[in-house]
């Protein structure tokens, strides 16, 4: 693995993540966005996206990147893929299901809602019913990874009950896709989003669908927006390699190297060991020195994980952050809306050997902010 090899804090967090020094290197360059270098770039990382899902074009399915962060490839999915008139169910246990349906509220899309508590996954049967009941129902919406709480959404199961009933099928897989084993097709998933800055570890910039192409091509006509517009930004890419708009072309010269060092660590199964590997180091550190998870186990993901704050009346998270971040580690605050959590990813660029020096900065920290209990009451 190549090295960070750089002075920059780490970055424990859902992104923007660590990069490799080479995926920095690879955007010192300016290249047009018209330029033959350019274009095959484009058509290479497409071809690549779709082999890190298992997939080809000969298979019938399309990647699709679009300008923006990864909530713009949400937007675009949840504005392209049902027809004037159609209706959308969202799955929702965290921000991240909520923010699907604010999209849809403001497009003012017809849509149902499923709910569950944060630390619950969406129970497949609860889909089964709710499509059963309501006809109107073109289209299901669900989050993979729900980076809330770091959550584990079981796609596959629920991906099977959409297609017993005919709908089509849309995963959020922002934080999931590239370190995530799952079955697309046996998912029989239609559009997923990810974005440039996750599991691939290229930096912001883009967001990318990768699309069944019959799902995309019924969506011809069903775009409200001009720059979301997945339909016609995959044929403008297809007939010429061109972006409709002006690409970001420096982070996909980074994300074409981000690729690269995918394939070379063994693709998703390569570096979802790793990503769990920290994980497993981060959890049993943790534990170690009192702090209690949010989620039981069976479904926490290695993605990202919650832990309570604790309860010892010197515990500020502030001030928590700030030292740690003095020592060189970033952290995130906690998004569960009912329990007073922060977060610790452990994507990105990071190794065991990095996960360990946090454990020990946040032992040191805990030392200096006169913290004794570290369990949550
Ligand atoms: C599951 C999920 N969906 C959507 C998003 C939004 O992505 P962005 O902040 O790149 O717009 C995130 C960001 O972390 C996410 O984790």
Request: hydrophobic share 40%.
């Amino acid at each position: 693995m190549p090295a960070t090899a750089s002075t920059d804090k780490l970055l424990f967090t859902p992104g923007p993540l660590t990069t490799s020094m080479s995926v920095k290197q690879a955007m010192l360059r300016d290249l047009g966005s018209r330029d033959a270098e350019f274009i095959a770039t484009v058509r290479r990382v497409r071809s690549r996206l779709l082999a890190a899902a298992g997939l080809s074009r000969q298979d019938g399915y399309e990647a699709v990147l679009l300008q923006g962060s990864g909530t713009y490839g949400i937007e675009a999915v949840l504005t392209c893929a049902v027809p004037p008139g159609g209706k959308w169910l969202a799955v929702a246990n965290g921000t991240y299901g909520e923010r699907m349906v604010k999209i849809l509220r403001m497009h003012r899309i017809d849509h149902a809602v499923i709910r569950a508590p944060e630390n619950q996954p969406t129970d497949p049967t609860a889909v089964d019913a709710a499509l059963a009941t309501d006809p109107a129902i073109t289209a299901v919406a669900v989050v993979h990874c729900e980076t809330t709480t770091g959550l584990m959404n079981p796609v596959e199961q629920i991906g099977r009950v959409v297609h017993q009933h005919g709908r089509t099928f849309f995963v959020d897989s922002m934080s999931a896709f590239g370190a995530v084993e799952f079955g697309f097709r046996a998912a029989h998933i239609d559009f997923l989003v990810s974005s440039s800055n996750k599991c691939i570890e290229g930096v912001p910039g883009f967001s990318f669908c990768i699309a069944r192409r019959e799902a995309l091509l019924a969506s011809e006509t069903w775009s409200r927006t001009l720059v979301l517009d997945l339909c016609a930004q995959w044929k403008g890419l297809d007939a010429d390699g061109q972006f409709r708009f002006t690409p970001p072309t420096h982070a996909i010269l980074a994300f074409d190297q981000a690729l690269s060092e995918l394939e070379a660590e063994g693709g998703p199964a390569g570096r979802a060991a790793r990503y769990s590997a920290c994980h497993r180091t981060l959890v049993a550190g943790m534990k170690a020195m009192g702090f209690e998870m949010f989620l039981p186990p069976e479904i926490q993901g290695h993605i990202i994980t919650s832990f309570r704050c604790p309860a010892d009346p010197n515990f500020q998270f502030d001030a928590f952050y700030r030292h740690l971040s003095d020592r060189g580690y970033v952290i995130y605050p906690g998004k569960v809306s009912q329990a007073d959590c922060f977060r610790i990813g452990t994507i990105g660029r990071l190794t065991q050997a990095d996960v360990t020096s946090l454990l020990d900065a946040i032992a040191d920290v805990l030392s200096e902010m006169g913290i004794t209990n570290t369990s949550a009451s």
